[in-house]
């Protein structure tokens, strides 16, 4: 939990207040953050008087997410099987979760069986990469010094919700009305390049493609993204930019 605060976090908390916008959080509203991490959603929504709970998968992330915000409620739980009763939030919000979950069609299903009739769900993915300079940068990396196509276990295609049309078709599906897609724009401010390569570190998947690679290549990709990384260096240090696709959408009244 700590290495995600210090480094995703750093990004990710600035998507907070966008999602609660595109849900209409205020105060006396009451908020669910799926895959909550350590709760910068839920404590985003706190701070402007609502009621928050957080659910994520994972126990540390749970802790450190109660430790953060006392004020709010946490819980272990599974995105894709909510539990909670049917028309239970005003709205939901998932930061960089859903593509995550092994079936994302049932985690945005579930989130529209929780709202209640009226309710707004939004959830944001980063950009395609070449939007994205950190994932253009990692991933170029790879496929020049190592190899890309690795044995990893199942999941869904990767960058799927970071093309709008598949983020609004989902959204239908589900049973949401009037889904949007924007962009929000995000960077990445490392010390250095080395904490470029803590990041990509700090991405599961991105993780496990480096850690099987072999030694030679993998020293080589560090090196391509730690240098890499300066091309991002202006009068302010390092900026990478990370946009991110935002998609919300409304559970009928």
Request: with cysteine.
């Amino acid at each position: 939990a700590a290495s995600y605060d210090a480094l995703f976090g750093s990004v990710t908390r600035h998507a907070m207040e966008p999602l609660l916008d595109a849900t209409d959080v205020r105060a006396a509203s009451c908020g669910l953050e799926v895959c909550c991490g350590p709760g910068y959603g839920a404590g985003a929504a706190l701070a402007r008087g609502a009621r928050a709970v957080g659910v994520d998968f994972a126990p540390a992330m749970v802790r450190a997410a109660r430790a953060l915000y006392p004020s709010a409620e946490f819980q272990q739980g599974d995105a894709e099987a909510l539990g909670f009763d049917t028309s239970t939030f005003d709205a939901v919000i998932c930061a960089f979760g859903v593509n995550h979950l092994q079936n994302p069609d049932l985690g945005i299903s579930e989130a529209h069986r929780v709202l209640r009739p009226g309710g707004k769900y939004a959830f944001t993915m980063w950009c395609l990469p070449g939007k994205s300079k950190f994932h253009q940068l990692v991933l170029e990396s790879i496929r020049s010094h190592g190899a890309l196509e690795v044995a990893l276990p199942d999941a869904p295609p990767p960058f799927r919700f970071s093309e709008p049309e598949a983020c609004i078709a989902a959204l239908l599906r589900a049973g949401f009305v009037n889904p949007r897609v924007d962009e929000v724009a995000l960077s990445f401010r490392p010390k250095n390049g080395t904490q470029v390569l803590d990041l990509a570190y700090s991405a599961v998947r991105m993780e496990m493609i480096l850690t099987l690679q072999t030694a030679d290549s993998r020293e080589r990709i560090h090196r391509a993204i730690v240098e890499g990384a300066e091309r991002f260096r202006g009068g302010g240090g390092i900026e990478v930019p990370m946009p991110a696709v935002l998609a919300c959408g409304e559970k009928p009244t």
